[in-house]
């Protein structure tokens, strides 16, 4: 079965400082790979999403990600912090049956992006 | 176009009572999707609709908890016999496939007194 693990279940920046929210997935075969972010009482969004195609993978409002296979990572970066970023973040993987079979989200535990003024 | 939708956005229930939670995916989605969110247990699968396909019903924690979708569009989750432990965010996805992309709606927040 594919997992991911989020390593930090809080992170806290400064606004204009970089951002770095830590994944790493576990897969018997190319997984694909998701970053969701779920704002207060709001639904969860799509950010950007890894299907093996490039391993750099730009997302919505300046975040990107880059799948390492040999690192088995898939970490979420953002050169520089808004206030507007404060929110949960989760990793995701689809854990598809088969080829034709349907693809259920594996979500982790989130984490927690605190941003400062 | 209008997102998924879902109602009731609040629920506090009785333990022991039915409830029943609403979804309505997006309009021409094919495939939709239940999940629960809760403290102890993080986002959790629960049920996957795909057209007119037998249910993926492989997430319902036990079988006090059914879902139908009618006509291929809204969709229903009962849980019957509501427990303090049922107590979560149920969310609803739907995609125009199963490959695609899933967008979700505000969710449903559930209380079991």
């Known amino acids: 079965a594919q997992s991911v693990t989020q390593l930090d279940s809080h992170v806290s920046v400064s606004e204009g400082t970089p951002v770095l929210l830590r994944c790493n997935y576990s897969s018997s075969y190319s997984p694909s790979l998701f970053w969701y972010v779920q704002h207060p009482n709001k639904g969860l969004q799509l950010l950007l999403k890894?299907?093996?195609?490039?391993?750099l993978v730009k997302g919505i409002n300046g975040f990107e990600a880059e799948f390492k296979k040999s690192e088995t990572s898939f970490h979420l970066t953002k050169p520089s912090a808004h206030m507007s970023d404060a929110a949960e973040y989760f990793c995701?993987?689809?854990?598809?049956?088969?080829?034709?079979?349907?693809?259920?989200?594996?979500f982790g535990t989130g984490t927690r992006l605190l941003v400062s003024p | 176009g209008a997102g998924v939708s879902q109602s009731p956005s609040n629920k506090v229930t009785e333990k022991g009572k039915d409830v029943e939670l609403r979804c309505d995916p997006i309009s021409g989605h094919t495939a939709l999707y239940w999940y629960r969110q809760s403290l102890g247990q993080g986002l959790e699968f629960l049920i996957y609709?795909?057209?007119?396909?037998?249910?993926?019903k492989s997430g319902l924690p036990s079988d006090r908890f059914s879902a139908e979708r009618t006509g291929g569009s809204v969709s229903t989750l009962t849980i019957q016999r509501t427990q303090q432990e049922d107590s979560a965010v149920y969310l609803c996805a739907s995609s125009s496939s199963w490959a695609n992309e899933q967008f979700f709606g505000p969710g449903t927040r559930l209380t079991v007194l």
């Open positions: 609709f795909q057209g007119n396909s037998a249910p993926d």
């Open positions: 890894y299907t093996s195609a490039a391993t």
């Open positions: 995701v993987v689809s854990d598809r049956k088969g080829n034709t079979g349907f693809q259920k989200l594996v």
